[in-house]
């Protein structure tokens, strides 16, 4: 089994940034890819980033490119999310995910889920 443990969310005003970090324990995925996704209240869960197994590739939904970076560390079986210039609309529950197979967007590929970390962005 795989573990996903998710931290770093908190409440934050506009324009400000955090770190996400994702722990990942059982199974290791350094040739998997990992994403991050969100669900804000009373929407579909969407997707936010995702990174390929070595790190090499990376791929942003629109509302977030030149915001966030996805980076993964895989000698701690770490991913992280820098967000940077915070908008209330980024407020969301935080969930990072991962798959043994190519880089998808959709959550339905996305086989391991953490429990989620509430960000949320004060105006």
């Known amino acids: 089994q795989v573990q996903l443990v998710e931290s770093g969310g908190g409440l934050v005003q506009t324009g400000g940034s955090l770190r996400l970090s994702c722990a990942a324990s059982?199974?290791?995925?350094?040739?998997?890819?990992m994403a991050w996704f969100r669900q804000a209240p009373g929407k579909e869960r969407e997707f936010v980033a995702r990174?390929?197994?070595?790190?090499?590739?990376?791929d942003y939904a629109d509302s977030v490119k030149g915001r966030f970076t996805i980076s993964r560390d895989n000698a701690k079986n770490t991913l992280y999310l820098q967000m940077n210039s915070l908008k209330p609309e980024d407020t969301a529950v935080y969930y990072c995910?991962?798959?043994?197979?190519?880089?998808?967007?959709?959550?339905?590929?996305?086989?391991?889920w953490g429990q989620g970390t509430q960000v949320t962005v004060s105006s």
């Open positions: 059982g199974r290791t995925f350094s040739r998997g890819t």
């Open positions: 990174i390929s197994g070595s790190g090499g590739s990376t």
């Open positions: 995910a991962a798959r043994v197979g190519l880089p998808t967007r959709d959550s339905y590929d996305y086989d391991y």
